[in-house]
């Protein structure tokens, strides 16, 4: 995020001289003066939508910072053994192992976001066919045999928005190649 | 001219009554920016495109512009949180300036003249991750025999790296919080992320800012290269505007 970074005076503090969409979210979602809900119209997709933008940008810009700090790193001289590694291991180990879950649909959501398509669940209901096959190629470290929870998953996931399932769906597909550590 | 149903009202915020509109680009929820008053205070209104729902990216940074315009022209202003759409001005007079006039009057008096800074603090992962290797042989013994078609081990080494991190932590953003120059207004948010060490809000005084920028700059240099400071604002007073 450097690149919207202004460094300024002593230099060591980061001062952001505009508000990247990153920064608007983490500054302003959720956050002010509340309406009742039932004097408010109920706009839809706001809240969907807002969540949405929420969980995928904190999943993008953990993507970035992680890949910035290992295309930076100079310590490791182990060949091929990278920090690549220990980040990604990090960012699945820690209590927020469902965030980076959804790192694989993030790059589709933030289109999905910035053009602001309300049509995209027909986009999302295409990409279901892959999803099986992209998440074995990610996850080439996975044992077999896991494939018996996906039934049960489908039935726990009512949520409305299919890409909101489909979200969970990739997250419990993380939490499984995390050893089965439900949460 | 319209129906209350053709042209609803995006509510921003609550200003003085009498306060000037900020001059800006009519985009989105800002379309039509008016100012809605009642009983001495005004609600910053626009009108939200009937043809869709809101919610794109491009809505929050206008609902993000016109707050922030009004701050930057001084103005005292409560946030509202995104998506505030009543049936009508007519609504935002009786639903919320009337309703609520006495907790509005409050707020506004609250935040008058204050502005909020928003401080993030993460590890500086190459100086931390350093380190644990440096202190912690276990951590480094994974590491450096660690390999790639073994997923329990990387598995181990994250959750030992996340575990010291999660050890350190709170000695870390206790060392930023007594060192920060202005606390009285201060609320703490949860933070997430492993490397995530603070995210608060400050209730600062704008005359004050300056000097509260200079401050943690300080701070920043103190915790250096250890912590990176990163410091958001002057913004309005989102934080600050809650029950709370």
Redesign the interface.
């Known amino acids: 995020m450097s690149s919207a970074?202004e460094q300024r005076?002593?230099g060591?503090?980061?001062?952001?001289s505009s508000?990247s969409?990153a920064?608007?979210?983490?500054?302003?979602?959720?956050?002010?003066?509340?309406?009742?809900a039932y004097?408010?119209?109920s706009?839809?997709?706001?809240?969907?939508?807002?969540i949405d933008?929420r969980i995928v940008i904190?999943s993008v810009d953990?993507y970035l910072?992680?890949a910035e700090?290992t295309n930076?790193?100079d310590?490791y001289e182990?060949g091929?053994?990278d920090?690549g590694?220990?980040?990604?291991?990090?960012?699945?180990?820690?209590?927020?192992g469902k965030?980076s879950g959804v790192i694989e649909g993030a790059k589709h959501k933030v289109d999905e976001?910035?053009h602001?398509d309300?049509e995209d669940d027909e986009d999302d209901e295409d990409d279901e066919d892959d999803e099986d096959n992209e998440e074995e190629d990610e996850e080439e470290?996975?044992e077999p045999g896991d494939d018996e929870d996906d039934e049960e998953e489908e039935e726990e996931d009512e949520r409305p928005s299919r890409s909101r399932r489909n979200r969970a769906r990739q997250s419990s597909a993380r939490r499984r190649?995390?050893?089965g550590d439900d949460e | 001219m319209t129906t209350s149903v053709d042209r609803m009202s995006y509510v921003f915020g609550v200003v003085a009554a009498g306060t000037r509109l900020p001059e800006i680009d009519e985009a989105g929820p800002a379309a039509a920016l008016r100012l809605v008053e009642a009983a001495g205070l005004a609600a910053v209104v626009g009108t939200p495109p009937a043809h869709r729902s809101l919610g794109r990216a491009a809505d929050l940074l206008t609902h993000d512009r016109v707050v922030a315009a009004l701050v930057e022209a001084g103005t005292p202003v409560l946030p509202m949180r995104f998506g505030a759409v009543l049936q009508s001005d007519a609504a935002v007079i009786e639903d919320v300036l009337t309703a609520r006039h006495d907790e509005l009057r409050a707020g506004l008096a609250r935040v008058a003249g204050r502005v909020q800074f928003t401080l993030t603090v993460r590890y500086e992962q190459q100086v931390v991750l350093r380190g644990l290797l440096a202190a912690r042989p276990d951590i480094a013994r994974l590491r450096g025999s660690q390999d790639a078609e073994n997923f329990d081990q990387r598995l181990r080494l994250g959750e030992l790296v996340v575990q010291a991190l999660d050890e350190m932590r709170p000695a870390d953003a206790q060392a930023v919080l007594a060192d920060l120059p202005d606390t009285a207004d201060l609320l703490l948010h949860k933070t997430t992320a492993p490397d995530a060490v603070l995210h608060a809000a400050v209730l600062v005084e704008r005359q004050a800012a300056a000097a509260f920028e200079r401050g943690v700059e300080l701070v920043a240099r103190r915790h250096h290269p250890r912590l990176q400071l990163r410091l958001a604002g002057p913004s309005a007073p989102y934080d600050f505007v809650g029950a709370g």
């Open positions: 970074v005076r002593g060591y503090l980061d001062r952001p508000s969409l920064d608007v979210v983490e500054l302003i979602l959720d956050k002010g003066l509340v309406i009742d004097i408010r119209v706009i839809v997709g706001i809240e969907i939508l807002t933008a904190a953990t910072r992680f700090a930076r790193l310590l182990h091929g053994k920090l590694e220990l980040t990604e291991s990090l960012s699945e180990g820690g209590a927020e965030t976001l910035m602001g309300d470290d996975e190649s995390r050893g």
